[in-house]
């Protein structure tokens, strides 16, 4: 069984920044693409960013582009979200998620993906 911890989140005003991790644990596994997603209450969760983790191309939503940033370190079996120019919409429980399946399913589906985390929580002030 695999894992996934978030760290990272917290309360911060307009404008500022966070960083989330992932970290993986348990048994050893390649997953294909990693993503975050984030819920926010009364919404669809909802993809964020995400990376297939062969070739390192990252996908982004279109309210979070040029904003966020997302990133894996292989040696370390992580995953980063950093969140630069943070806006109260971006209020939600961000989640981790890991797709093993060796298919270049639309990276937004949720569906999609066999590991999640737990969940931490975001909150943007204005």
């Known amino acids: 069984q695999v894992q996934l911890v978030e760290s990272g989140g917290g309360s911060v005003q307009a404008g500022g920044s966070l960083r989330l991790s992932c970290a993986a644990s348990g048994n050893t596994y390649s997953p294909y693409y990693m993503a975050w997603f984030r819920e926010a209450p009364g919404k669809e969760r909802e993809g964020v960013a995400a990376i297939r983790t062969t070739s390192g191309i990252t996908y982004y939503a279109d309210s979070v582009q040029g904003r966020f940033t997302i990133s894996q370190d292989n040696a370390k079996n992580t995953l980063s979200l950093h969140m630069d120019s943070l806006k109260p919409e971006d209020t939600a429980i961000y989640y981790c998620?890991?797709?093993?399946?060796?298919?270049?399913?639309?990276?937004?589906?949720?569906?999609?993906?066999?590991?999640w985390g737990q969940g931490t929580q975001v909150t943007v002030s204005s």
């Open positions: 998620a890991a797709r093993t399946a060796w298919q270049d399913y639309n990276w937004r589906n949720r569906y999609t993906y066999n590991y």
